[in-house]
């Protein structure tokens, strides 16, 4: 069975930010399936792509402001235009809060705030240039509304990058600019990903899986068919929400995992 047409994303042009490795990579895959050219912003390049004259990637730091614009300029010289844009790119260093150096936290702001805060508003005004249009995506985390320890620094700039996709969505609206996120749950990306295989124990992968009601856990294509789906006209209503790719996670959290075979039909 083929691709819904309103899905389709042939002629249009995408900028995904982080996306050489785990849920960028499948995003990239993704979108180019659909029909859409890709530049890439990452600190490295992905080796799959490079024979693919359809991707282009800029290596450089999101975490620059400077950069994060430059990216978006080489886009639109690359590929003739820009229609979407993608912030994938994220730093996650765990750290409890009495812990964490102060230019640990800024980083992980820089990166996961900053950055897309740039792209949006070099975006913006690309699309404005061009009479309005476009979409944009942020991939957040279900961290925003269940946090961990140790992890308040990547959560809380998450929380401040779901609710700049709200003000983004009231801003640029009116000129046919919609902005989504998507939040994803636990995802295992060890297979779309050569950074940081060994991020997670078997043993926490158990106790992840054990507490998603679909008991199981995501894959990143999971994740890039909802940027997929937001990025095309199948969207065309859609903005200013997050999306949960997360298997259920939070739709209610309980204490200890529960035995399947008690839910009974």
Known sequence: MGMSTNQVLDGRVALVTGGSNGIGRAIVRSLREAGAR??????????????????????????????????????????????????DAASYPDALLTEMEVEAWRRVFDVNVTGPFCTIQAFARHRLSRGG?????????????????????????????????????????????????????????????????????EELRARLVASIPLQQPGRAADVAA??????????????????????????????????????RG
Do not use: M, W
Not at 170 to 175: D, K, M, R
């Open 38 to 87: 890709v530049a890439i912003l990452d600190l490295v390049s992905h080796d799959g792509f490079a024979r693919d004259e359809g991707v282009a990637t800029v290596l450089g730091d999101v975490g620059d402001p400077a950069t994060a614009a430059r990216a978006v300029r080489e886009a639109v010289e690359r590929f003739g235009d820009l229609e979407l844009l993608v912030n």
């Open 133 to 201: 249009g476009g979409a944009i995506v942020n991939i957040t985390t279900g961290s925003v509304e269940s946090p961990r320890p140790a992890g308040g620094a990547y959560a809380a700039s998450k929380a401040a990058l779901q609710t700049l996709t709200r003000v983004a969505a009231l801003e640029l609206g009116p000129h046919g600019i919609r902005v989504n996120a998507v939040s994803p749950g636990y995802i295992d990306v060890r297979d779309e990903s050569d950074a940081f295989p060994d991020r997670a124990s």
């Open 226 to 263: 909802a940027v997929r789906f937001l990025c095309s006209d199948a969207a065309r209503h859609v903005t200013g929400t997050t999306l949960h790719v997360d298997g259920g996670s939070l739709a209610g959290r309980f204490a200890l995992p529960l035995d399947p075979s008690a839910v």
